[in-house]
């Protein structure tokens, strides 16, 4: 066997590790937001009687946030790595912050939230009328809504970009990513189905990572043979 075959099969782990990652954090994040909406009565209103008929939707869902954040970070750590020596300090530096930054706000929103349901389960009465309790359904919506999804419109963009100057990914694929980002920009609604763009993003790309990923593991290994 030749000598380069386990140089080829090292190049292949991170593309192959990042897609795993990647498409790790869709599912679960996807889920996740696909039943906390199944929880709410309306795009912003976390009544009583929702809280009720699906609390279990909801626990899940939180449950399942800080796994998505894991295999995110993972992600976010492969693709640097196999980016290597083309990898442009600027927008990787905004690609990490901006993907930490996502993470952070999620955590802090997912907390608030668990807070507000455990809190509720304790006194559910007395809480559903509460201005506190409505201040952290708030500030909860903020944090999610208006910062954390707006980071990752720009963590969307900052890889874009790294992709347009190294051409490590299609054109139509970059292009794509600046569309899907600016519509996370300047999304001014709370609705919970414009956050499932950034894990469909991420899925998108992560199978497709896959796909070249194990074409071109195929290939080089029958030309080192």
Request: with cysteine.
């Amino acid at each position: 066997m030749d000598q380069n075959v386990p140089l080829i099969r090292q190049s292949l782990k991170s593309p192959r590790a990042a897609a795993i990652a990647g498409i790790i954090f869709a599912v679960l994040f996807g889920t996740g937001m696909v039943l906390i909406r199944l929880t709410f009565s309306g795009d912003r209103e976390l009544s009583s009687l929702s809280l009720e008929k699906n609390v279990g939707y909801f626990s899940i869902a939180l449950g399942l946030f800080p796994f998505a954040g894991i295999a995110f970070l993972w992600f976010i750590g492969v693709v640097r790595d196999h980016l290597g020596p083309m990898e442009d300090r600027l927008f990787s530096t905004i690609f990490l912050g901006s993907g930490l930054l996502f993470l952070g706000m999620v955590f802090t929103s997912a907390a608030i939230a668990g807070a507000l349901l455990a809190t509720y389960a304790a006194k559910s009465q007395e809480l559903a009328d509460n201005t506190v309790y409505m201040f952290g359904q708030e500030v909860m919506f903020r944090v999610f809504y208006t910062y954390a999804m707006r980071m990752a419109g720009l963590c969307m963009i900052s890889l874009g970009t790294i992709w347009t100057r190294t051409q490590a990914m299609p054109r139509w694929l970059a292009f794509l990513t600046y569309a899907l980002a600016l519509v996370l920009l300047i999304s001014l609604g709370f609705s919970l189905w414009t956050t499932l763009i950034f894990p469909s993003w991420v899925f998108m790309i992560s199978v497709f990572i896959l796909i070249l990923n194990l074409r071109g593991g195929s290939e080089l290994a029958q030309e080192a043979l």
